[in-house]
Each structure stands twice: as structure tokens, then as C-alpha cells.
């Protein structure tokens, strides 16, 4: 299986796939998707799309700070959930990371997220609470 990740242009599909996957999230904290938002977060952070074998599978996307990478989204098609793709990718997020000279990376996800897992195992570590969300940082 070939992971690769390439430079998104397709905002429309991850904006659908993020709000897709999230959804449930929303729901339960009562918080209100935003086009607009998600529009203009667009243009400033730096978009891939997740292609396994070819295929469009995914999105990741990432914002920097000086000495970190930070995983602002990482969202997958459910047909690609539970075939190991989320852990080549934490590789590839990281690499992607060193490549950007950082130390750590950095991600909030809602703690009854599955992801949690995912994230704890490619060695993330919760390091904070922020409001409905918690904060994992992976040391590079």
C-alpha cells in the first residue's frame, strides 16, 4: 500500500469530509459549522491530500510555529478507517515536521475521539485541556 500526501487544491472536498467526520462532535458540543471559516483557513494553512494507491482518501492540514508543526485537521473517508492509513500518515505528519525544522507536533482532538488512540500509540501525549478539546504533543 503506498501512502502519499500531496498539496490539496480540492477545498470543497475537504471542507465536506471534515464536516462529515466531525459532525457528531459538533452536535454534541453545540458548536455551528462555518463555511466561511473554513473558507479562509483555507488560504492559510498549508492543505494535503491523504492518496492511497491513487486514490483520494484524505485530508491533513498544518500550521507552523517557530520550533512547531501543528496538525490542524486530519481527516480520512470511512472506508479508509481500521486499515492501518492513520499511522502511515502519523509517520508522514512527522517527517513532514522535521522537514519544517520543527521539535514537536501538536494537535487538539475531543477526547472521545477514536483518534485518541491512534495518537497515543504513534506516541502523542495529552498536555492539555482546552475547553472541549485536548491538547497531544508528540516530541520529534
Not at 479508509?80 to 522535521?98: D, Q, S
Request: charged letters at 25%.
Amino acid at each position: 500500500m503506498e501512502v502519499v500526501l500531496k498539496p490539496a487544491l480540492d477545498w470543497e472536498f475537504a471542507e465536506s469530509l471534515t464536516k462529515e467526520n466531525m459532525a457528531e462532535y459538533y452536535q454534541r458540543y453545540d458548536i455551528s459549522w462555518d463555511t466561511e471559516m473554513f473558507a479562509d483557513s483555507w488560504k492559510n494553512l498549508d492543505n494535503f491530500e491523504v492518496h492511497v494507491d491513487g486514490q483520494r482518501v484524505g485530508v491533513i492540514r498544518f500550521s507552523y510555529t517557530v520550533k512547531t508543526t501543528h496538525l490542524r485537521d486530519f481527516q480520512l473517508v470511512k472506508s479508509a478507517k481500521g486499515m492501518g492509513i492513520g499511522t502511515i500518515c502519523l509517520t508522514l505528519v512527522k517527517k513532514h515536521a522535521i522537514q519544517h525544522h520543527s521539535v514537536e507536533v501538536v494537535l487538539r482532538v475531543f477526547p472521545e475521539n477514536p483518534a485518541v488512540g491512534l495518537y497515543k500509540r504513534a506516541g502523542f501525549l495529552e498536555s492539555d485541556t482546552c475547553g472541549n478539546v485536548i491538547e497531544m504533543r508528540c516530541s520529534l
